[in-house]
Nanobody, 124 residues
Framework: QVQLVESGGGLVQAGGSLRLSCAASGRTFSGYILGWFRQAPGEEREFVGAISWGGGRTDYADSVKGRFTVSRDNAKNTVYLQMNSLKPEDTAVYYC?????????????????WGQGTQVTVSS
């Protein structure tokens, strides 16, 4: 059974940093895109960033470019989201997700596997 488990969420002041981790188990994710999405209360889930299998390609939402970085450690089957210069509008539940293939999709419907989410709250 495939499982994605996020960790690292919490409460941080505006301007601070957090690093989220997502550990994958149940299969090898060779050839999979790993991505991050977020959902704020009353909002639709939105794309944050994603990374290719080899780590050579990434894509980010405009709202987080220059502040967030996605990376992965394939030996550990883990993907990370480093979040710097956090803003109150970054407050949301953050989800990691996985999809097979080389295309870095930005729509959640393209991702097959999902974690349970971790809450990030940024205070002003």
């Amino acid at each position: 059974q495939v499982q994605l488990v996020e960790s690292g969420g919490g409460l941080v002041q505006a301007g601070g940093s957090l690093r989220l981790s997502c550990a994958a188990s149940g299969r090898t994710f060779s050839g999979y895109i790993l991505g991050w999405f977020r959902q704020a209360p009353g909002e639709e889930r939105e794309f944050v960033g994603a990374i290719s299998w080899g780590g050579g390609r990434t894509d980010y939402a405009d709202s987080v470019k220059g502040r967030f970085t996605v990376s992965r450690d394939n030996a550990k089957n883990t993907v990370y989201l480093q979040m710097n210069s956090l803003k109150p509008e970054d407050t949301a539940v953050y989800y990691c997700a996985a999809r097979e293939g080389a295309f870095i999709a930005t729509k959640d419907a393209w991702f097959r596997y999902w974690g349970q989410g971790t809450q990030v709250t940024v205070s002003s």
